[in-house]
């Protein structure tokens, strides 16, 4: 857990987010996650663990940092995992954006990758299954999905906060696109009441919340496009900050802030709150913030 937390930890109540702010985002991540109690909370020895990652992009600001990654999984390893698969295709040229992809090459080299499913990907049944309907979805109808977010022990979500033209914001809740086929991304835009209807999409993405909550989720806030989203290039910012928690609802709402973005304007955050999938007013939680 660290020094930093075990104190804070004995003597108030466990954090609901814990936010991280220094010039070192490995470092960052291990205080963020040792805030919540250590991985050790999360993984035990042997288990399977699926991370989902948003590193399909090229611009900085537009991926989340790799370093952010490699502490996840040195600590997901040394929490015992025995497996760790990357549930979105990582291409071997993310790594290369790291000083420390050389330190850790070998351990990196310890977790396998879905590789079929990286953008656009295509449905394959030893890959994707289908789905008919999520019970409690509102609007998300059937769909292809990963099987293995099915068979894994242990689901870590690590998204990067920045901006997305059609949704404001794309944080947790809507990085779990990344567990489906092109084809059933597209029904998010096509089968509302108008293409690329606001209230539709947001609704869809909250729904897709329902397939497999994330045990953990991580947000890379150090460094965020906040114009021009997804990819960019665009304007951008550097809160510095790496935010653990598990709630997506406030997750997004929480970091939506920290990248200068209002919460009330991410329409998903309303539907994913009203979908029981987490609170809406971060305020009422315990937070903890630290600056390194």
Known sequence: MGLLFAGLIASAEKPDIVSVKGP??????????????????????????????????????????????????????????????????????????????????????????????????????????????????????????????????????????????????TNSMKNLMGLKTRASNVKFHLDGPDRNDPDYLAQSIADLNLLRPADLIISDVTYSIITNGPSGPGETVAPGKVVAGIDPVAMDAYCAELIGFFAEDVLSVEKGYLLGLGEKDYQKLTIVEVEL
């Open 24 to 169: 070192d985002a490995f470092v960052s991540t291990q205080h963020a996650v040792g805030g919540l109690g250590g991985m050790e909370q999360f993984v035990r020895p042997g288990n399977t663990v699926g991370i989902l990652v948003n590193s399909g992009f090229r611009e900085k600001g537009a991926y989340v940092d790799p370093d952010v990654v490699i502490a996840a999984i040195k600590m997901a390893f040394e929490a015992g995992a025995d497996d760790i698969v990357f549930l979105q295709h990582i291409v071997p040229e993310y790594w290369e954006r790291t000083e420390l992809e050389p330190q850790y090459r070998e351990m990196i080299a310890r977790t396998r990758t879905i590789e079929i499913n990286q953008f656009p990907s295509e449905f394959h049944e030893d890959y994707f299954m289908q789905i008919e309907h999520l019970e409690g979805a509102l609007a998300l109808g059937e769909m292809e999905v990963v099987k293995e977010i099915f068979e894994i022990d242990v689901f870590i979500n690590i998204p990067i906060a920045k901006n997305h033209t059609l949704t404001t914001l």
